[in-house]
């Protein structure tokens, strides 16, 4: 069973940064896509991003220019380096992993945008 663990997510204000990361139980380059959604309070689960095996990445049209993703295959780990965060950032971060057929999810981490 593939697991997924995220981390990183913490309070933090308007303006800054934060990284969040997302370790998988195996190695990374076997997934054909992993990427991020999140979910804010009594909103739909909304796509954030996805790098794939190739490292081409793919972002919501509303964090393009603020948030990268990228991939550390020695620790199988997926990042995702938020910058310039906005309270509308406030959210569940939920971690993806896409291997055919299967799609595996991590239990979210809080990231939380306030002064």
């Known amino acids: 069973q593939v697991q997924l663990v995220e981390s990183g997510g913490e309070l933090v204000q308007p303006g800054g940064s934060l990284t969040l990361s997302c370790e998988a139980s195996?190695?990374?380059?076997?997934?054909?896509?992993v990427g991020w959604y999140r979910q804010a309070p009594g909103k739909q689960r909304e796509f954030v991003g996805r790098?794939?095996?190739?490292?081409?990445?793919h972002y919501v049209d509303s964090v393009k220019g603020r948030f990268t993703i990228s991939g550390d295959t020695a620790k199988n780990t997926v990042y995702l380096q938020m910058n310039s965060l906005n309270p509308d950032d406030t959210a569940v971060y939920y971690c993806?992993?896409?291997?055919?057929?299967?799609?595996?999810w991590g239990q979210g981490t809080q990231v939380t945008v306030s002064s």
């Open positions: 790098i794939t095996g190739s490292g081409r990445t």
């Open positions: 195996r190695q990374i380059v076997t997934f054909n896509v």
């Open positions: 993806y992993a896409h291997a055919w057929p299967r799609e595996y």
